[in-house]
């Protein structure tokens, strides 16, 4: 025999949490499954352990997605401030960083106890641990089965995420159902991801370790923020950000000492004729880099023995100095995965299939892809309300 519910919502991470609170505390009966064996794994390794969980400048504009319009109408109904209204009425603390990104002061697993609490308050029954099973529809329910048992509901909700960071369980089964029911998938790939490098750019791969600020660009997508060299390749906030523009054969650009004026090479030559280069660079950038910089840029000595040709060639490479990436480090150090269930076949204001009555697409699943810094987080919150106020 089968459990009857109102719904079944098929993955325990932030997406899965809120919305099966959202409909619990409707009146809605909810099962909530996961295979893992506990609920917000990726929550609690999230901002080094302390979930930044939202971001104050959400806007659309920092959504990638195949229809560039699907994400504004949840997010303009759930907004950071009111994810930050439900933090403060628990009494976590929490503190802003650079670029409006909010973090907890203490611990992510405030905000999975947090959810919890939210899904008690709604009386949905969480289960872990036991594997899916046959998932099938027919007669206007689902059948979902898991372990030894089964339920069955009018409503299913995929809230199973992509697949970065498998260790911690992530698969790419949202995708598998999405075909499964009809619904198209946008290529899924890693994003916000570490780049690496080929061999040709071996010297820069010695450099494991040093970062600095640089903005980073790739197409018309541009972010300034700290670029970190590995002994792979090239990661840090700049180079996750501008990951999820990148394609492959495409050249991403990264330009040192961004707050330099035009022209400040040549500046520096009248001003400090005796000064070489290795040192003006030096008064901006670690001195690990600036070697490998000089050596790339064949120039050597005073500055007032360059011309001035030459100290703007250097200028401009400095401005856009180019990275050729043969790849990234892939699903297992991707923070987050782009593509995935076509945002066509779906309400963007319920998240409801449109051809497919009862089946809803939230959070990673969906393809929305939002930058580093808290936006993927208030877009689970936020696509998660909007299916949880309509099952």
Same mark, same amino acid.
């Given at each position: 025999?089968?459990?009857?519910?109102?719904?079944?919502?098929?993955?325990?991470?932030?997406?899965?949490?809120?919305?099966?609170?959202?409909?619990?505390?409707?009146?809605?009966?909810?099962?909530?499954?996961?295979?893992?064996?506990?609920?917000?794994?990726?929550?609690?390794?999230?901002?080094?352990?302390?979930?930044?969980?939202?971001?104050?400048?959400?806007?659309?504009?920092?959504?990638?997605?195949?229809?560039?319009?699907?994400?504004?109408?949840?997010?303009?109904?759930?907004?950071?401030?009111?994810?930050?209204?439900?933090?403060?009425?628990?009494?976590?603390?929490?503190?802003?960083?650079?670029?409006?990104?909010?973090?907890?002061?203490?611990?992510?697993?405030?905000?999975?106890?947090?959810?919890?609490?939210?899904?008690?308050?709604?009386?949905?029954?969480?289960?872990?641990?036991?594997?899916?099973?046959?998932?099938?529809?027919?007669?206007?329910?689902?059948?979902?089965?898991?372990?030894?048992?089964?339920?069955?509901?009018?409503?299913?909700?995929?809230?199973?995420?992509?697949?970065?960071?498998?260790?911690?369980?992530?698969?790419?089964?949202?995708?598998?159902?999405?075909?499964?029911?009809?619904?198209?998938?946008?290529?899924?790939?890693?994003?916000?991801?570490?780049?690496?490098?080929?061999?040709?750019?071996?010297?820069?791969?010695? =450099? *494991?370790?040093?970062?600095? #600020?640089?903005?980073?660009?790739? $197409?018309?997508?541009?972010?300034? /923020? +700290? @670029?970190?060299? !590995?002994?792979?390749?090239?990661?840090?906030?700049?180079?996750?950000?501008?990951?999820?523009?990148?394609?492959?054969?495409?050249?991403?650009?990264?330009?040192?000492?961004?707050?330099?004026?035009?022209?400040?090479?040549?500046?520096?030559?009248?001003?400090?004729?005796?000064?070489?280069?290795?040192?003006?660079?030096?008064?901006?950038?670690?001195?690990?880099?600036?070697?490998?910089?000089?050596?790339?840029?064949?120039?050597?000595?005073?500055?007032?023995?360059?011309?001035?040709?030459?100290?703007?060639?250097?200028?401009?490479?400095?401005?856009?100095?180019?990275?050729?990436?043969?790849?990234?480090?892939?699903?297992?150090?991707?923070?987050?995965?782009?593509?995935?269930?076509?945002?066509?076949? =779906? *309400?963007?204001?319920?998240? #409801?299939?449109?051809?497919?009555? $009862?089946?809803?697409?939230?959070? /990673? +699943? @969906?393809?929305? !892809?939002?930058?580093?810094?808290?936006?993927?987080?208030?877009?689970?919150?936020?696509?998660?309300?909007?299916?949880?106020?309509?099952?």
């Amino acid at each position: 025999m089968s459990e009857t519910y109102d719904a079944i919502v098929l993955g325990a991470g932030a997406a899965g949490l809120f919305c099966a609170a959202t409909a619990g505390q409707r009146g809605k009966r909810v099962l909530l499954l996961d295979h893992a064996d506990q609920v917000g794994k990726k929550i609690l390794i999230s901002g080094g352990g302390r979930c930044n969980f939202t971001n104050i400048h959400t806007a659309p504009d920092r959504y990638l997605s195949g229809n560039a319009h699907f994400a504004k109408s949840a997010l303009s109904r759930y907004t950071p401030a009111d994810f930050l209204d439900m933090v403060e009425a628990y009494g976590i603390a929490w503190h802003e960083k650079t670029l409006g990104q909010l973090f907890c002061d203490g611990s992510a697993k405030q905000i999975v106890a947090m959810l919890l609490e939210e899904c008690a308050r709604g009386g949905v029954t969480v289960h872990c641990g036991d594997a899916l099973g046959e998932i099938d529809h027919a007669d206007g329910h689902y059948r979902v089965a898991f372990g030894a048992r089964a339920a069955t509901a009018p409503a299913l909700v995929i809230a199973t995420g992509g697949p970065s960071i498998p260790k911690m369980g992530a698969t790419g089964l949202a995708y598998d159902l999405a075909r499964k029911f009809g619904l198209k998938v946008v290529q899924p790939r890693p994003a916000l991801v570490p780049l690496t490098l080929p061999g040709a750019e071996a010297l820069f791969r010695d =450099l *494991s370790g040093v970062s600095t #600020e640089v903005v980073a660009r790739c $197409g018309k997508a541009a972010f300034r /923020e +700290a @670029a970190l060299f !590995t002994h792979r390749g090239l990661s840090g906030p700049a180079i996750l950000q501008i990951s999820s523009y990148w394609q492959r054969g495409q050249t991403v650009t990264t330009q040192f000492l961004p707050d330099r004026a035009e022209g400040w090479l040549k500046d520096a030559k009248r001003e400090r004729p005796r000064a070489s280069l290795r040192k003006v660079l030096g008064e901006g950038l670690p001195e690990r880099l600036v070697d490998v910089l000089c050596e790339r840029l064949g120039l050597s000595g005073e500055l007032g023995a360059m011309s001035d040709k030459a100290l703007a060639a250097a200028e401009a490479k400095l401005a856009r100095w180019p990275f050729v990436p043969d790849g990234s480090e892939g699903y297992a150090k991707a923070e987050v995965t782009a593509g995935g269930i076509d945002t066509g076949a =779906l *309400s963007s204001k319920t998240m #409801e299939a449109r051809k497919v009555p $009862g089946l809803f697409v939230v959070g /990673e +699943a @969906a393809d929305v !892809t939002g930058w580093l810094g808290g936006y993927n987080f208030q877009w689970a919150w936020a696509s998660a309300r909007a299916a949880g106020l309509a099952i």
